[in-house]
């Protein structure tokens, strides 16, 4: 069993930065496959980026590719999105999720994740 919380979110300006953190309690933090995704009012939750469970790997929707960057310290349970140059498309809802099946095709989906955080907001205005 792992909980999952997310924070960090909030208000920020057209090309401006926030980082989410995401804290993970349970065992075996390490094993998990990690993950990001986001929900805007009226669409489906997407993916935003994923690091594999060593936090060697990292993937991402081609729109974070360049202004994202999704790290983790497995010493303190805890990953991190770094997110730079945000736009007013990059508002609503921050989910970090867990998987046990983590990989470059199964990380950008939601099925893949086993646990999910509450979510935190991010709100870009222009």
């Known amino acids: 069993q792992v909980q999952l919380v997310e924070s960090g979110g909030g208000l920020a300006q057209t090309g401006g930065s926030l980082r989410l953190s995401c804290a993970a309690s349970?065992?075996?933090?390490?094993?998990?496959?990690m993950g990001w995704f986001r929900q805007a009012p009226g669409k489906v939750r997407e993916f935003v980026a994923a690091v594999t469970g060593s936090g060697i790997k990292t993937y991402y929707a081609d729109y974070g590719k360049v202004r994202f960057t999704n790290s983790r310290d497995n010493a303190k349970n805890m990953m991190y999105l770094q997110m730079n140059r945000l736009k007013p498309e990059d508002t609503a809802v921050y989910y970090c999720?867990?998987?046990?099946?983590?990989?470059?095709?199964?990380?950008?989906?939601?099925?893949?994740?086993?646990?999910w955080g509450q979510g935190t907001q991010v709100t870009v205005s222009s």
């Open positions: 349970g065992r075996a933090f390490s094993t998990y496959g």
């Open positions: 999720a867990a998987t046990s099946k983590p990989g470059p095709l199964n990380s950008r989906y939601t099925g893949s994740y086993d646990y």
